[in-house]
Structures are given as C-alpha cells and as structure tokens.
Nanobody
Framework: QGQLVESGGGSVQAGGSLRLSCEASAYTVCDMGWSRQAPGKERAFVSSIYTDAPTAYADSVKGRFTISRDNAKNTVYLQMNSLKPEDTAMYYC???????????WGRGTQVTVSS
C-alpha cells in the first residue's frame, strides 16, 4: 500500500504551534490518523480521520489539535496549537485502507515542547 512519510516535527516552547504532515504514496482515500509515543510510555491514540465517520480526538488534545486531509496532495495534517510539555513525543502517522485490517505506520517525527 506504499509508504507514509511524516514531517513537520521540531522543538517549540509551550504555547507554540506545529503542523505535522503525512504524505502517503500509493494513496487512496483511507482512514488515517496520528498516534504518539513518549519516552517510557506506550504508543497512544491522538486523532483519526475516517472515510465514513466523524473525526476523533484523544481527550488530552481536544480543542488544541485539528486533523485534516488534502486528497489532491495525498496528505494528512495535524495542526497542533497551544502545545504543552506533555505533548512531547514521537508522532506517528497511520493508515488503514481496508476496514478491520491492521494499520500501516510511518517512521515518526519528533515533537519536543519545552516549558
């Protein structure tokens, strides 16, 4: 199903913003989303954008993060505002083109938020 390539990570101060991008090769309109993994913690759900359902967000990011997609560019975005130090993590893009199948994953992009 092709690759997922994340970009847009970096280091910001608390209160700042970043926009992550995930470009998908061999793209078709699929369920996509973002998860994150902080040091010493398990990978956790952040947000999903579905082909046939409303977008979903983890409670910890609701009102601060927005997921969107540009089908013409084969890209999904995660706009992150009002960043907090606890948002520091490796952020992974994921895609699922067949309902009920396993998600495909990108290699991740690091986000670091300093206080």
């Amino acid at each position: 199903q092709g690759q997922l390539v994340e970009s847009g990570g970096g280091s910001v101060q608390a209160g700042g913003s970043l926009r992550l991008s995930c470009e998908a090769s061999a793209y078709t309109v699929c369920d996509m989303g973002w998860s994150r993994q902080a040091p010493g913690k398990e990978r956790a759900f952040v947000s999903s954008i579905y082909t046939d359902a409303p977008t979903a967000y983890a409670d910890s990011v609701k009102g601060r993060f927005t997921i969107s997609r540009d089908n013409a560019k084969n890209t999904v975005y995660l706009q992150m505002n009002s960043l907090k130090p606890e948002d520091t993590a490796m952020y992974y893009c994921r895609r699922r083109c067949v309902k009920g199948s396993a998600w495909d994953w990108g290699r991740g992009t690091q986000v670091t938020v300093s206080s």
